[in-house]
């Protein structure tokens, strides 16, 4: 064992030897290998929540940015500090429980809204060494574990026993199931396109070209319906300050108002990494350029990491973009943008590459991509001629209704 | 006893505990908070008989579908949500004397079985059961007619909803 | 196949200790001193009038019940997704028919407008 083969797989590495340091300690293999599990896991934890300390100052300094100011500026260089200073600051607060709430179920909602974004970094594949698990349902886990975040909205809603909770907690509800619809239908594209529901297996199958070439619109419906499942602008109808003060979270202080804040950064950046996993190739996805002499280091794990974050990254500070450049939408126009556009759209998107995919697999690659490229352009370009008739039946509709003005 | 003996048997109390809470408990929520544990506790089994899909299909659709649908109409009848009246009848030990019957008729059925106590043997290695799966939903010589006759099912669910949801609304 | 559900559940675990750690820390050195104003519902400084317990649009139970269906659909749709490689293509074909009976009923529902938000 040296120094090279910790840096080709440092996972590896010391799992194998805390395994042979404690078996040779005398546990039992079983137990030695739990250990070294529980040891794993609570790094890659800890990793997780460090990064989100990380998360508030890079979502400060960007909103900041946008709306022409500095940001957090005067602790430490940069404003780094400040993100520990909020910490302590929420930790010493006082914790309020208001007197109607429902106090057990108060205390559990926000553990279960960390817990529900956490329980990503399970199967995220931060490198092809380094990672939680490779599941071949990891698809769906991602999916499930949406559910238990929603379950935590609305106990939260639920609990503090106040209207605008409560109305937030519904509205937020209608929004994430709503939206679950077309992210799930997407995320059938990369399945059908990899051949496998394994977060490692879509990646490595986008080594010679990203999914985001074969379907740009698959990921364009699933970086929306991302944004929706997060309750971030233009879908923040949960928090609606200007009419809910602050929504499902209201009644929240200290430390429980904290992990609500913190699991929605780290949500909003885990789901950028995803959006580099099944769109971008991951850690990965370097078209081919680490097979060339001279270019092998790129497969080494800890650049992949590299690579990994600054994709997911990407995705965040898109998904930031998008928030401090967008109006909140009104609930109704929401939820019809969703069932009557949205859905139907994105069964589309799945069922085209579904056929060009069984089609023209067998053509030379040139020619695959470019079929299921222009397939995407043909739905974008058709369903921006039915949405431009529709707008022009409707404003015939509303100029046959208005008085027509006076000529003078 | 083995690690999977006891991670099955907490599993197992946990389900009939806090299916229990469901029946017993005086706030509706909490009863639908309690089915989700229940829920929870059964896709725990099923993540332990090696049935990755079914586990995480559970939670998708049982927790993530259902068990909201439950608790929003449970919101929705806000009268019922603190029901102080009598939660039993005056005659309660009969149908619980009933279910213990079955019950241990049910244990007498199933040791009866040959072989019930047998461990189920490991999955081969590299054996994908969702792929297996899919592949028998959609080969004409399986199940292409019932995965087919299930759409139909989901439309006639739906169309059911959109009658039901509809009739209050007619003048 | 057991070990990543043993990775799962261990993580599950951790990450439910790791968000309970801060809190206990909250609990022994933030202060503690109720009193009825404080705890009394946030309703922007206006006093509560009536139950939390307002009355919901039945719209929302409709829109849970669409997404139900929609949900069962699209699980039975990733085992059809992961055979389509080794089959021929008449089983994508089964596929589209089975999300074109789904697309008839969600054409019923916007015709029997449950889709409007009124």
Redesign the interface.
Known sequence: MTFADFLNNPVNFIADWLTGLLTGWGLPD?LAT?LV??IG??VL??FA?VLDIGLVWVERKVVARFQDRLGPNRLGPFGLIQPFADIIK???????????A?KV?F?IA??LA??SV??L??ILPLSSKIF??????A???L??A???G??AI??AG?SS????A??GA?RM??NM??Y??PM??VL?IP??LA???SVQGITQAQDGLWFAILSPLGFLIFFISAIAELGRTPFDLIEAESEL?AGFN??YS???F??FYASELLHAFTFGGFMAVLFFGGYGGFFGLEKVAGFGWLTNPFIEAAVFIAKAMFGYWAIMWVKYSLPRIR??HM??FN??FL??LS?VA??TP??L???L?DLPTWQYALGMFASNVVIASGTIEILRANSRKQRKAEEKLSPQPVKN | MTAEKIIFLLTGALILLSALMVVSTRKLLHAALWLVVTLFGVAVLYAMLQASFLAVVQVVVYIGAIAILFIFAVMLTRREMRDQGQQTRSNWWLPALLGLLILAGLVFLILGVPGADRVPAALPEGFDAVRVLGTALVSPNAYVLPFEVASVLLLAALVGAVYLAGAGKKP | MQNEWIYIGLFLVIGIIVPIVPLVIARFISPHKPNPIKQSTYECGIETVGDSWVQFKAQYYIFALVFLLFDVETVFLFPWALSLNRLPLFVVLEGILFIGILVAGLVYAWRKGMLEWA
């Open positions: 079983a739990i599990y529980v896991i609570t934890i800890v929540m929420l930790v010493i607060k006082e914790d309020i429980t208001p007197a109607g429902d179920i205390n926000p553990v960390a817990v956490i329980a970094w399970a939680g698990v490779d599941m071949n349902v698809l769906l886990y999916v499930a949406g559910a238990l929603t379950l609305i106990m639920w026993n106040n209207k605008y409560l109305v519904f509800v209608a199931v709503s679950e619809i799930v239908v059938l399945t059908i051949d496998t529901m003060t209201v009644e200290g430390m429980k904290g992990w609930i109704d939820l019809a069932w009557k859905v139907p069964l799945l069922a579904a056929i995919h069984k089609v697999i």
